[in-house]
C-alpha cells in the first residue's frame, strides 16, 4: 500500500518552454502533497505544500509564478514549471500525506529528472 | 533555530559488520521523526516513524530508537544490498505537517 507515481521520470526541455510533472496517490486518498527539488549530493529541499482544493503554500525563496502547483483531486497533484531554464534542471520529488488513527506519514514518489537545454 | 544533523555522512562497512546512524535534532517541538531511504536516481522509500522518546521500531535488519535529543538507526549484520543514503526528517509542532530532512548517510556495505 501507500504508492505514489509521478510522471514523466524524465524530461529533456528547450530553454523557455514549460513543463508538467504530474504526482498521483495510488491507492490512497492525499489531502495534501508536497513537492521539493533535490540537487546533486544534496537532501531534499521543501518547494511547496499543495492541498487539495486550495492554493499551495510555498517555501521562501520560491517562485511561485514559475511553479505553479495544481491538487485538483484527492489523488492528484501537478507541478508545472513556466519558462524553463537551464538553471531549473534538477530531480523533483513528490510526496503525499497518508493519515490514520496512529499514523501520518509521507510516502515519495520515484522522482522527476528534468534537463533544461 | 531548528536543525537536523546527520552523522556520519558516508559510512563504508563490510557485510555482516553492525553499526549505527546518528540522527540528532535541535528542534522547537517533535511531533514526529522520519527515517527513509533513497537509492540514487530514486525518491525516498519510507523506512519508520517515531513519535516519542524511548520508541524503538525494527525492520529486517534495521532497527530505529528515539530519545530527546537523538535518533538512531542500527543496522544488523548488513548486506551489500544495503547500500542505500539514509534520511532522517523532523516533522515539528506548529510545521503545517512539513519534513524538515538531514542531508543523509551515505552508506555502502562490501562483500
Known amino acids: 500500500g501507500a504508492v505514489v507515481s509521478q510522471h514523466p521520470s524524465w524530461v529533456i526541455c528547450k530553454s523557455g518552454t514549460s513543463v508538467k510533472i504530474e504526482c498521483r496517490s495510488l491507492?490512497?486518498?492525499?489531502?495534501?502533497m508536497f513537492w521539493y527539488r533535490q540537487f546533486p549530493k544534496q537532501s531534499l529541499m521543501l518547494m511547496a505544500t499543495?492541498?487539495?482544493?486550495?492554493?499551495?503554500?510555498?517555501e521562501q525563496g520560491v517562485e511561485k509564478d514559475k511553479f505553479l502547483i495544481n491538487h485538483a483531486s484527492l489523488t492528484l497533484s501537478t507541478l508545472t514549471v513556466t519558462s524553463a531554464h537551464p538553471e531549473d534542471s534538477s530531480f523533483y520529488i513528490c510526496?503525499?500525506?497518508?493519515?490514520?488513527?496512529?499514523?501520518?506519514?509521507?510516502?515519495f514518489g520515484p522522482g522527476t529528472r528534468l534537463t533544461v537545454l | 533555530e531548528d536543525q537536523v544533523t546527520q552523522s556520519p555522512e558516508a559510512l563504508r562497512l563490510q557485510e555482516g559488520e553492525s553499526s549505527s546512524l546518528n540522527c540528532s535534532y535541535t528542534?522547537?517541538?517533535?511531533?514526529?521523526l522520519f527515517w527513509y531511504r533513497q537509492d540514487p536516481g530514486k525518491g525516498p522509500e519510507f523506512l519508520f516513524t517515531?513519535?516519542?522518546a524511548g520508541e524503538e521500531k525494527e525492520k529486517e535488519r534495521l532497527k530505529a530508537t528515539l530519545t530527546k535529543k537523538e535518533s538512531f538507526l542500527h543496522i544488523t549484520a548488513p548486506k551489500p544490498e544495503d547500500s542505500a543514503t539514509y534520511l532522517c526528517?523532523?516533522?515539528?509542532?506548529?510545521?503545517?505537517?512539513?519534513?524538515?530532512f538531514g542531508t543523509g548517510t551515505q552508506l555502502k556495505v562490501e562483500l
Open positions: 526528517a523532523v516533522c515539528l509542532t506548529g510545521g503545517g505537517n512539513k519534513l524538515t
Open positions: 517515531l513519535y516519542s
Open positions: 491507492d490512497f486518498q492525499a489531502t495534501t
Open positions: 528542534v522547537s517541538g517533535l511531533r514526529g
Open positions: 510526496s503525499a500525506r497518508s493519515t490514520g488513527e496512529y499514523t501520518d506519514t509521507q510516502y
Open positions: 499543495s492541498n487539495e482544493g486550495s492554493k499551495a503554500t510555498y
